[in-house]
């Protein structure tokens, strides 16, 4: 075994999958939102995970999304030995943030980097997939794209596993609002039809192709009037609290757009500007506290352009 | 009456809506295909049709499209003076690549160039829209966008109209096969369903976005990867004679993509280069005449960026 390189400290940044128009597609990478992992070379082969913080998850590597993207990892390498992971989890489960993601991205991006870099990024996301496999039931895309890319980031398709990064816009914020209750991944696609309307579905291609031709052109005003959702939001945003009143708390306070993020029950306002940002985050807040009736968290945080974030340590 | 710049050429190209992946949203205009117009100032306030050429139009400026478009940009100015219009057909009426959009497009620009440019070229697809409500009972862009602006562009929404321009690849070749039949778009929309699976759409608006990223980013292979349609083309291909056998000969013998132009029966294949494209347009025209059962006509066009095209006369 390489003495050399055998431990490395782990950023496993939260996401936004969806962005309102990109159902299943489109996601952004957050900054100061995410888990701290810590993966070190052990003699032994194969994956172990020897201590999960902050939330309680299953440490059965089978079990586990880090694990089982860890897993899908090592079975295209040949090593001689193994690694060990350690969780410090600060993205609650069924957040709508990515937890899972952050996790299995966290795990294949940290022990490529202790293997010399073999893998691509691509690669990476399609063993990313195998830890969403075990986490929401499909290998879903959407979260460890931009958790592994950084920025704004594309699926174009999963079979196979094609990705985009799109370009991102400068002075872009984004506020998390996580009222602390827990959807499940499979709950949130229970309440989506199976059909749509066609008409429904070219308003949202509609904006989807604007979205990104904003964000190649930096046009903020197209930017925002590509954040519309007329095809899951009407469904999902009844399992969220207070749903309408904060988007229009958001949109009034001159957010660009406001929406679910990914399943929920977290929504995120984009924002220009750090400036702006605040006002939004203090006037949700303020709506929340006067409510009193669920506990929530909000945040700011800036458009991560790097997306996971490492150190040797 | 301004005696100078009284009359004015226009040459209206022809243009291919949807583009697989993009229905009713997304269009691209084409250079050596199109009508021409000739417009002329005249003493009687108003618009007048004094002559049409090629196929058998109405006349009547209530009933044509030219007229009608017309007729919405002068309710916009005053004038005191009106407007002749003579257009000599060469775009078939009915055939899928923009008729009655080259037409009414064709009309705006040419009058709003005698008037000179009182109008925003959005305007312009504003008023033109009104053509194709005639001619097609609904006022879509889809056509009459490509044909004023030029290249690719995206109709973001119809309500209020936005329309974006979107940039073009440079070697992009377009061969447009128009078997000799008649598809009336009221028929071909009434093939399709009113609902669609969400997975379908999400299938497509992950095309449309990586479509236009791929004009930004001029990738050929990932604007090829995304000339796909699973909502439309598997209904409208049915009403066109050997869809599947001549998308079978465009794809195998190079061409980036392949499918039906407007709601057809003219079917488009985009290559790159322009000796791929005379290839395609040789391998179609064998595998038609071997037929000998439809009449048809082929063209080759490059990708025109300017739009219509005029000159004072």
């Not at 199976?194 to 008409?199: A, P, R």
């Not at 500007?273 to 929340?288: D, V």
């Amino acid at each position: 075994m390489d003495k050399s390189n055998n431990k490395i400290e782990v950023f496993a940044p939260a996401t936004v999958a969806n962005i309102s128009c990109g159902f299943d597609v489109l996601g952004l990478c957050l900054d100061s939102i995410g888990d701290k992992m810590i993966i070190s070379k052990k003699n032994k082969k194969g994956i172990s995970i020897s201590k999960i913080k902050g939330f309680d998850l299953p440490i059965d590597v089978r079990q586990n999304a880090a694990g089982m993207a860890a897993r899908a990892l090592l079975k295209n390498i040949k090593t001689d030995y193994g690694f060990d992971i350690k969780i410090f989890k600060k993205i609650k489960p069924g957040s709508g943030i990515g937890s899972s993601a952050a996790s299995s991205a966290g795990a294949v991006v940290g022990i490529n980097e202790l293997l010399g870099n073999p893998f691509t990024k691509n690669e990476l996301i399609d063993f990313a997939r195998e830890g969403e496999r075990i986490a929401c039931g499909s290998p879903i895309a959407d979260n460890v794209a931009p958790a592994i890319l950084g920025g704004f980031t594309l699926v174009k398709s999963t079979n196979p596993l094609q990705v985009i990064s799109l370009p991102s816009i400068y002075r872009l914020f984004v506020v998390i609002l996580h009222p602390q209750i827990e959807i499940k991944t499979a709950d949130a696609r229970a309440v989506l039809p199976e059909k749509i309307l066609l008409k429904d579905a070219v308003t949202q291609w509609a904006n989807v192709g604007s979205l990104v031709s904003s964000l190649y052109t930096k046009d903020y005003d197209l930017f925002a009037l590509s954040l519309q959702d007329v095809v899951v939001e009407p469904y999902r945003s009844k399992l969220i609290p207070f749903f309408k009143e904060t988007k229009e708390i958001a949109i009034q306070n001159g957010a660009l757009g406001y929406g679910i993020s990914g399943s929920g029950p977290a929504t995120f306002a984009i924002c220009k500007g750090r400036e702006n940002a605040k006002i939004i985050k203090e006037k949700l807040s303020e709506f929340y506290i006067a409510k009193k009736k669920i506990p929530f968290k909000i945040y700011i945080s800036k458009i991560n352009r790097k997306g996971i974030k490492t150190k040797m340590i």
